[in-house]
């Protein structure tokens, strides 16, 4: 069974999740980075693959990302730092990253190598459904790589009944009209989108806005749990990423 | 007349380029535009809006100037299609005159726009400003500092000039904060500059362009009896005003058309912006293209001399006529624009704008017969570029 699948069976609630890009701060911090989030007990890691140009991140993502390819880090590197990662890690792993750095890798080996890491999923925002499920499901479900699909508060009725049944895994679900790091207003129009997520047979993450442990709880209370990127890519720049996993859990 | 061999399809697929390669985040918006832009533009009263703006107020139809000098120096006949002579100076005015008519009809009232040199945003501000419409424009930070007069024109328009200080701080990046925006306020109309992004930009944007080609038939035909020319050259970063001159010359194959892309420094340099010559198949803005990128896919920061043609892409429509063949790709370094640019002033006494230099620059790598007839389209002139022909003739 994949581990996704795994984790919101024996866990249906309060799931953390947590976002940050390979080589980053160090280079080589993947795994240890990693470990950490594990021992803290952190449920699940989404693992940015740095890029030039991402479209959807705010910020602190991007200059994140541009620090780690600056140091020198690729998803040829990142593969190779994650050769052993199943050694000593057991929480799901997903890689979230642009359809280029993908495609430049070649679909095929980039499969090849999610699954002989033991990858357990991969969001990939720019690669629109209908172009997965035409040229490329059959070989993402080949190597048990699970493609996490985003539904966001603008996201029809229609489409999210298309989403719903392409999802694997669960729906990440986005708060706000914004790219990542941004603020999460709460309002009545914003819960009801919530629950109409929550509602659907898929299990869901709410991502983008969360920061806190407050943000955490008010997400969670909606779906299974949240996802937190930004947040913690400040606590890890500023060496404070202990304390701030300490001050979620 | 039909356009089916080079059409896009339903999917924005010139073949197998185009596309909409975007975060489901940018999805209603951009759903939004496909479903309205063709119904809009197909209206009568667009067209009746569109048609009297393009008259009374870009100044169209540009001329079609045949330049007895350069035929002379070449042995042959040149055109050249003015779009030099449009209000704000360059062709990029077709555009913007366009869609904000497109953003009116669809009840937008905040406006959002990247530049690169300025030149489209420029533009932008200008129809903005007479539709009394909110202007956003993104701006490479490094671009800003290069491109003082366009900064100070855009602000005079009224516009919100927003510095990208993300990446290197060029259109890219100006690009990418422009589609952030668009990402965190739905409700704004984006426009773009040039064929590219996703679909439907490409389509949209070339069609809004394709009044450069019609008028080019129109006058040629009275000019020389016969609608068609032998060449038509222009030049491509992004591929507007090549989409425009070219598109109703696609099916009509024995018009050969010739894009001339900016080679910087050399092909072999690694300054350069000649995504069709040294690229491969990538995914940028949206937009399964030609693209220049590393080994990781790490996209690549172009280079030339001239800022409208400094894109490491280039529009679906003109990776699929390349790869078809339909359109043969020249490259021309920085010296054989400059070069070519000093030609046209002292020989036709008309300065042209860098980027439009490239497309003259190819004359001099094509042999010509005595009787063709060639049409370069001049996609704007030159003003902007004086300090750059100062410090360089």
Not at chain 1, 102 to 109: M, P, R, T
Not at chain 2, 43 to 69: A, C, H, I, M, W
Not at chain 2, 240 to 262: I, P, R, T
Request: hydrophobic share 40%; aromatic share 8%; net charge negative.
């Amino acid at each position: 069974m994949n581990r996704i699948d795994q984790l919101f069976q024996n866990k249906g609630k309060d799931i953390l999740s947590i976002y940050f890009p390979a080589g980053y701060p160090n280079l080589n911090d993947t795994v240890p980075n990693l470990q950490f989030l594990q021992d803290k007990g952190v449920d699940l890691v989404e693992i940015g693959i740095p890029f030039s140009d991402p479209l959807a991140d705010g910020p602190v993502i991007q200059i994140a990302a541009k620090q780690s390819l600056d140091q020198g880090m690729s998803l040829k590197l990142l593969f190779q730092q994650l050769k052993e990662v199943r050694s000593t890690i057991t929480m799901p792993l997903i890689l979230m990253g642009y359809w280029n750095v993908v495609f430049k890798y070649g679909v095929d080996a980039f499969l090849l190598d999610c699954q002989s890491c033991g990858i357990d999923g991969v969001i990939l925002p720019d690669l629109p459904l209908e172009e997965y499920e035409e040229e490329f499901k059959t070989k993402f479900e080949a190597h048990g790589v699970y493609n996490i699909l985003l539904v966001t508060p603008q996201t029809t009725n229609q489409r999210m009944a298309k989403i719903e049944k392409a999802a694997k895994g669960f729906l990440y679900m986005v708060s706000s009209s914004a790219t990542t790091g941004g603020a999460l207003e709460q309002s009545t129009e914003r819960e009801d989108y919530f629950k109409k997520v929550a509602s659907l047979e898929i299990p869901s993450l709410i991502g983008f806005g969360i920061h806190d442990k407050a943000s955490f709880q008010h997400a969670s209370s909606f779906s299974n749990g949240a996802i937190i990127g930004t947040a913690f890519i400040k606590a890890l720049t500023s060496g404070t990423a202990s304390e701030f996993v300490d001050s979620l859990l | 007349m039909s356009k089916n061999k080079y059409a896009v399809n339903e999917r924005g697929y010139y073949g197998r380029f185009g596309g909409a390669y975007i975060p489901e985040l940018l999805r209603a918006n951009v759903d939004e535009l496909r479903e309205n832009y063709l119904k809009i533009i197909n209206s009568e009263q667009f067209q009746k809006d569109y048609k009297r703006l393009l008259d009374n107020y870009v100044g169209r139809p540009t001329p079609l100037t045949k330049v007895g000098n350069l035929s002379k120096r070449y042995g042959t006949n040149i055109y050249l299609k003015r779009e030099d002579l449009t209000h704000t100076g360059a062709h990029k005015i077709n555009n913007t005159v366009g869609q904000i008519l497109i953003a009116k009809y669809m009840g937008k009232t905040r406006i959002i726009a990247e530049t690169g040199a300025g030149q489209h945003g420029v533009a932008t501000a200008t129809v903005c400003a007479l539709f009394g419409l909110e202007c956003v424009v993104y701006m490479g930070a490094l671009d800003i500092e290069r491109q003082a007069p366009n900064v100070a024109r855009m602000k005079m328009l009224g516009a919100k000039v927003v510095p990208a200080i993300s990446g290197n701080q060029t259109l890219k990046d100006a690009t990418n904060e422009a589609i952030r925006d668009w990402i965190a306020n739905p409700n704004s109309f984006y426009l773009i500059g040039s064929v590219v992004g996703p679909h439907p930009y490409p389509d949209m944007v070339t069609r809004l362009q394709s009044v450069i080609s019609e008028e080019i038939r129109e006058q040629l035909t009275k000019e020389t009896g016969n609608p068609n020319p032998d060449y038509v050259i222009a030049c491509v970063g992004g591929g507007s005003n090549a989409a425009g001159a070219f598109y109703h010359y696609l099916d009509e194959e024995d018009v050969k058309l010739v894009a001339v892309e900016a080679s910087g420094l050399g092909v072999s340099s690694g300054e350069t912006a000649a995504t069709i010559t040294i690229g491969d198949i990538g995914f940028i803005h949206g937009s399964k293209t030609m693209l220049m990128h590393d080994e990781d896919g790490q996209i690549t920061e172009p280079y030339s001399i001239s800022a409208g043609l400094d894109y490491p892409g280039v529009g679906p429509l003109h990776a699929h006529l390349a790869e078809t063949g339909r359109a043969q790709f020249l490259s021309v370094t920085d010296r054989e624009a400059l070069d070519a640019a000093m030609v046209l002033a002292r020989s036709e006494g008309i300065i042209p704008a860098l980027e439009s230099a490239h497309a003259l620059a190819a004359l001099e790598q094509m042999t010509f017969d005595k009787d063709d007839v060639i049409v370069v389209n001049l996609s704007g002139r030159g003003d902007k570029d004086m300090e750059t022909y100062i410090k360089n003739i």
